[in-house]
Nanobody, 115 residues
Framework: VQLVESGGGLVQVGGSLRLSCAASGIIFSINLMGWYRQAPGKQRELVAD????????TYADSVKGRFTISREDAKYTMYLQMNSLKPEDTAVYYC?????????WGKGTLVTVSS
């Protein structure tokens, strides 16, 4: 199973980006999916996660009201819509998925918010 993120880049303060995470390989079903981020010199932290079929979502307090997580199970794809971006959102964003009880991670995509 592979998770591949895309959509990162350089954006100005207040701008928007949409990250995507596509899963490929032998996949029967994906349980929990989520986005994590790691800023330079800091620990990796949960940004948002979404349950099977998108019924339950969780957000870090720092992104509530600005980020929206979603998923399309038919495409094995997850998204993170990021609005009103701030410099403190600058980080490498990682896709995470739990598939048949195992944890999988993408390699990350860099988001840089310039002031």
């Amino acid at each position: 199973v592979q998770l591949v993120e895309s959509g990162g880049g350089l954006v100005q303060v207040g701008g928007s980006l949409r990250l995507s995470c596509a899963a490929s390989g032998i996949i029967f079903s994906i349980n929990l999916m989520g986005w994590y981020r790691q800023a330079p010199g800091k620990q990796r932290e949960l940004v948002a996660d979404i349950s099977t079929s998108g019924g339950i979502t969780t957000y870090a307090d720092s992104v509530k009201g600005r980020f929206t997580i979603s998923r399309e199970d038919a495409k094995y794809t997850m998204y993170l819509q990021m609005n009103s971006l701030k410099p403190e959102d600058t980080a490498v964003y990682y896709c995470h998925a739990v598939i048949r009880g195992l944890n999988y991670w993408g390699k990350g995509t860099l988001v840089t918010v310039s002031s």
